[in-house]
């Protein structure tokens, strides 16, 4: 039962995320900010251009600003991760490709760096090659061997 609440919970956060995010990049959202800026502009000489005059509009952009991030941060993460999903996809069906790179994103950056290295070695063998159809992976026994003595 806590199983299912939670699912919904987040089905109901994860819909309003995706609506906010949609909003906020949108013609609405800019126009709507502009029309506040605006009259928060407009109002300064009622307010006598006062410390609360200034903190109503600061207070509100921060506020704003705070819940964006967090808001921005995970429409970027799921996005990510369904690029990430799709690009495994793709490694995984290409028979030339290297199976090695499914779920890279999950290496250490140690581990990222010695693959990067592999493809700086393979680029150079390619460049070395008069035929363009030829292709290298990195799964080659000389770029291995190649990557191991640097």
């Known amino acids: 039962m806590e199983r299912k ?19 906020s990049g949108s013609t609405a959202a800019f126009s709507v900010a502009f029309f506040i800026i605006i009259l928060w502009i407009l109002t300064g000489p009622i ?5 609360t005059w200034q903190l109503v ?3 509100g ?10 808001l921005i941060q995970r429409s970027q993460n799921k996005e990510s991760l369904a690029v990430q999903l799709k690009l495994n ?9 290297s199976n090695r790179l499914i779920d890279i994103e999950d290496l250490t950056q140690d581990e990222l760096d010695q693959l990067h290295k ?13 035929n363009l159809r030829i292709t290298h992976s990195v799964e080659d026994e000389e ?3 190649a990557g191991s003595k640097k």
């Not at 609440?5 to 909003?23: E, G, M, P, S, W």
């Not at 952009?61 to 967090?70: E, R």
């Open 118 to 130: 592999f493809y700086i070695l393979l680029a150079q063998k390619a460049k070395k090659e008069s």
């Open 61 to 70: 952009t921060t506020i704003i600003t705070f819940l964006m991030v967090f």
């Open 89 to 97: 996809e793709l490694v995984a069906s290409s028979r030339q490709a």
């Open 47 to 51: 307010f006598k251009y006062s410390d």
């Open 57 to 59: 509009i600061n207070t």
């Open 143 to 145: 770029i291995e061997a």
């Open 5 to 23: 609440l939670r699912t919904k919970v987040n089905y109901i956060f994860d819909n309003f995320a995706h609506k906010a995010t949609i909003f």
